[in-house]
Nanobody, 119 residues
Framework: QVQLVESGGGLVQPGGSLRLSCAAS????????MGWYRQAPGKERELVAR???????NYADSVKGRFTISKDYGKITVHLQMNSLKPEDTAVYYC?????????????WGQGIQVTVSS
């Protein structure tokens, strides 16, 4: 069983910063990628940023230059540093991990954490 524990988030004013963290534990045989998605009310869940073990990082166009995803060395933990936050960044943010077991991918999700950008 794989567990993802998210932390960070909260309420911040426009232009402010927040840092999200996600730590994975359990039977993680071969992690493929790990990152963050978000879902705003009435909208579909979308990719925000992702770290892929084989190819590195990628970001949604809407957060490029403002958000940075990083990974702790030797741990299955990722952080999302969010700067210059905008009201449109308000959403529930979900940590995602894809693990490969005998070549079969399986996705795991965190419980979600609220980020609200408002004055």
């Amino acid at each position: 069983q794989v567990q993802l524990v998210e932390s960070g988030g909260g309420l911040v004013q426009p232009g402010g910063s927040l840092r999200l963290s996600c730590a994975a534990s359990g039977s993680i045989v071969s992690p493929n990628f790990m990152g963050w998605y978000r879902q705003a009310p009435g909208k579909e869940r979308e990719l925000v940023a992702r770290f892929t073990w084989s190819t590195g990082t990628n970001y949604a166009d809407s957060v490029k230059g403002r958000f940075t995803i990083s990974k702790d060395y030797g741990k299955i933990t990722v952080h999302l540093q969010m700067n210059s936050l905008k009201p449109e960044d308000t959403a529930v943010y979900y940590c995602n991990l894809q693990n490969l077991r005998l070549g079969v991918p399986r996705d795991y999700w965190g419980q979600g954490i609220q980020v609200t950008v408002s004055s």
